[in-house]
Each structure stands twice: as structure tokens, then as C-alpha cells.
């Protein structure tokens, strides 16, 4: 059985109405970076951040999986198939994949300042003060923020250099850690970029389909479908 690795970014999101930050109204508009994403930020207010996420928790609850996240369970029918994706809402999960990485970490989880294996599951949107650990300290927002190491970029990397296929949708070819990932992968890999912009980076031995996520990724899924099932 042949293995898929998909690489997904903020672009796909954006499609089912989740703002980006490098969007002109991105949800990081009205926030530096600075005060919401880093761990000083945490430490000097955790009000502010909570209050960050939690606006974040209640956007992604009332958006769906849209068409392109669909269409990538499909191909698990036929092949292996893994999505390692930066964005840290759980479409993908919604939308029915069953092997998804995050790179950045995931909005609906928090997790113990002092162990990182303590993670729970939100069950609604709101993080309250009075969610501590197992030692009685504040629970943080499972996000990896700026400025931190990514855990899961080396078993990223390893499932890029076994990958038969591999997808990129809604992330740029300019920007790690889709770039760096990319690098990974076998030199007779099968690679597709889905972009409705043209990346500066060269495009050799990559087949691009200038579409948004939404009409782009069933053109790839339906062309490996019926290239390798």
C-alpha cells in the first residue's frame, strides 16, 4: 500500500472561515504576537491569552470541515495516508482522517507547565482559571508558541522521507516548515502542490494545480486515485 504524507497550512482553513494570521483581517489583528503567542506572554498575562484562545476555541466549534478535508479522507480507501498539518484547529479530525500530526499543537487541548505527557481535552470552548494540573498549577494553552521547540517535527520528518506521494495544500513552498519537509521526502517521491498563488520557489518535479483547496485537492485526490489505486 502505497504511503501519502499531506502537508496542510493555514490556507486550508481559511476556506471553512478560520482567520490567518497573515491575512490582512487575521485574528492577529487586534493582538501583537507578542502578548498572545509566546511564553512570556503566558507568564506576564495569562488572562490576555486565555481570553485569546478561548475567541479561537469558539471560532473553530462553529466552523466545519469544508470540501478539501473531505476529500483527503478519501484517499484513505485506497493508501496510508498521514496529514501533518501546522494549523492547531481539528478539522481534519472532524472531517474523519484518521493519522493527523500537529505541528503547532492543538486549540481544543490544554496541557501541565510542568509535564508535558498531562493533556486534556476541552469539551467545550472556555479555559477557566481554576483548570490546574495534577499539582495544582494553571493548565496552559496546548500551542506551541513562539520562540519554542516543535516536538513533532522529527516524527514529521520521518514520515516525509518514507512517503510514496506527497500533497501541500494551503502553505507555501517559501515558508518552514513545509520547505523543510518537502526536503525529506525520496527522490522518485510523487509531489503535488495545491495553491491558488504561484510560489517563488521552484516548482522542478512538483505538479501544481493553481486552485484554491476546496476545487484543487479533489483534482489530486481523484488524479492519484486513479494513477495508483
Not at 160 to 167: H, K, T
Request: hydrophobic letters at 40%; proline letters at 4%; charged letters at 30%.
Amino acid at each position: 500500500m502505497k504511503r501519502i504524507v499531506v502537508l496542510t497550512g493555514a490556507g486550508i482553513s481559511a476556506e471553512s472561515g478560520i482567520k490567518t494570521f497573515r491575512d490582512s483581517d487575521g485574528l492577529w489583528e487586534n493582538y501583537r504576537v507578542e502578548d498572545v503567542a509566546t511564553y512570556d506572554a503566558w507568564l506576564r498575562n495569562p488572562d490576555l491569552v486565555r481570553e485569546f484562545y478561548n475567541q479561537r476555541r469558539k471560532e473553530i466549534l462553529e466552523t466545519s470541515p469544508n470540501e478539501a478535508h473531505k476529500q483527503l479522507v478519501r484517499l484513505e480507501e485506497y493508501f496510508r495516508v498521514d496529514v501533518v498539518t501546522q494549523n492547531i484547529d481539528d478539522l481534519h479530525e472532524r472531517a474523519g482522517s484518521s493519522n493527523v500530526l500537529h505541528l503547532h499543537g492543538e486549540a481544543r487541548k490544554l496541557v501541565s507547565q510542568t509535564n508535558p505527557e498531562e493533556v486534556v481535552t476541552l469539551s467545550g470552548w472556555e479555559q477557566t482559571k481554576d483548570m490546574i494540573d495534577s499539582l495544582g498549577k494553571p493548565l496552559r494553552p496546548f500551542i506551541v508558541w513562539f520562540g519554542e521547540a516543535v516536538p513533532n517535527i522529527v516524527p514529521a520528518a520521518e514520515l516525509c522521507q518514507r512517503a510514496d506521494i506527497m500533497i501541500v495544500v494551503g502553505t507555501s513552498l517559501n515558508v518552514y516548515p513545509a520547505a523543510g519537509l518537502l526536503g525529506y521526502a525520496k527522490s522518485d517521491c510523487d509531489k503535488y502542490l495545491v495553491d491558488p498563488k504561484e510560489p517563488n520557489a521552484s516548482l522542478k518535479g512538483i505538479h501544481f494545480v493553481k486552485k484554491k483547496a476546496t476545487e484543487g485537492v479533489k483534482e489530486v485526490v481523484d488524479l492519484i486515485i486513479e494513477k495508483y489505486a
